[in-house]
C-alpha cells in the first residue's frame, strides 16, 4: 500500500496514543477546566472537518447535478446522524463524568463502557479519514493528497485530547497506569481498522463518495452535538470551552485551506 496512505490512517491512532500517554506521567486526574478546554478542542476540530473536508467536497463533487447539488450531501448527513444514533441504543456505554449508562442493559464493567464510549466516537473519524483517502486515491475526485492529510493531522490533534479524557478517568477508578493507558490508546484502534476496510472497499464506494463523505461528516457532527458540545458546558458557567471550540474550530479550518 501507498506509504502515504499507510501514514495518513496512523497518524490519527498516534495521536490517541499519545495523548494516552498523558496517564503515565500526570499524578492526578484531569482538572475539570482543563477537560472541557479539551472537549471544546476537540469539538471544534470535528466541526471544521466536517463542513471544510467533508461537506463542501461532498456538494462539489455533485456539482453535475446543478441547483440540486446539495441533496446527497442532505441525504448522507442524515444517514451518519442515524447511524450513531442507532449504535448509541444498541452498544453498552457510559459517557464521562455520567453515571447513568446508556444502550441495553447488560453486566459490563464500567471501566469497560467507559471505553465503548469513546470507541464508539472513534467510528466516525476512522471512516472519515478512510473515505478521503480513497477519494484521492481514485484520482476522480478531486480530493487532493494534501486535503486528505490535513484531515487526517486536524483529527490527530483533536485524538490527543480525547486520549487523555480515557485514560485518566479510568486511572481514577482504579484501573493501573499501565492498563489506562492501554485502554485508551485502544480505544483509538478503530480509526485506522475502519479507514483500512474503507479504502480496500474504494472501488466500490467511489460512485457513491458525495454521500460518504457527508454521512461521516454527519456521524461527526452528532458525536459534538449528543456529547462533547453538553460536557464542555455542563457545571458552572464558563466561557473556556468556548474559546477553546473557536480555536480547534479555526486551526481545522486553516489546515485544510492551506493544504488542501
Not at 496517564?23 to 470535528?46: D, I, P, S, T
Not at 469497560?112 to 481514485?138: D, F, K, Q, R
Not at 471550540?245 to 479550518?253: K, N, Q, R, V, Y
Request: charged share 10%.
Amino acid at each position: 500500500m501507498n506509504m502515504e496512505v499507510v501514514r495518513g490512517l496512523l497518524i490519527p491512532f498516534i495521536g490517541t496514543t499519545a495523548g494516552a500517554a498523558c496517564v503515565l506521567f500526570m499524578k492526578n486526574q484531569l482538572n475539570r477546566k482543563v477537560e472541557r478546554l479539551l472537549q471544546g478542542f476537540a469539538a471544534g476540530v470535528m466541526v471544521a472537518a466536517s463542513i471544510w473536508s467533508l461537506l463542501i467536497p461532498a456538494i462539489e463533487q455533485s456539482s453535475y447535478l446543478g441547483q440540486w447539488s446539495f441533496v446527497p450531501a442532505v441525504i448522507g448527513f442524515w444517514i451518519g446522524i442515524l447511524f450513531l444514533l442507532l449504535l448509541d441504543k444498541v452498544i453498552p456505554h457510559l459517557h464521562l463524568n455520567s453515571d447513568a449508562p446508556e444502550g441495553p442493559k447488560k453486566k459490563v464493567s464500567k471501566t469497560t463502557m467507559m471505553v465503548l464510549a469513546v470507541t464508539l466516537h472513534n467510528i466516525p473519524e476512522g471512516m472519515a479519514v478512510g473515505v478521503v483517502y480513497a477519494g484521492w486515491l481514485s484520482g476522480s475526485s478531486g480530493i487532493t493528497a494534501a486535503g486528505a492529510l490535513a484531515l487526517s493531522l486536524g483529527i490527530a490533534i483533536q485524538n490527543f485530547p480525547e486520549g487523555a479524557i480515557i485514560s485518566m478517568p479510568l486511572h481514577s477508578e482504579g484501573c493501573s497506569k499501565g492498563k489506562s493507558f492501554w485502554y485508551g490508546a485502544l480505544s483509538g484502534a478503530v480509526e485506522p481498522i475502519g479507514a483500512l476496510l474503507t479504502i480496500l472497499f474504494s472501488r466500490m464506494i467511489v460512485p457513491a463518495m458525495p454521500y460518504l463523505l457527508s454521512f461521516a461528516a454527519g456521524a461527526m457532527m452528532y458525536v459534538v452535538v449528543e456529547e462533547l458540545i453538553p460536557e464542555m458546558s455542563e457545571g458552572e458557567h464558563s466561557n473556556s470551552g468556548t474559546l477553546a471550540f473557536a480555536f480547534g474550530m479555526t486551526l481545522m479550518m486553516a489546515l485544510d485551506v492551506a493544504l488542501g
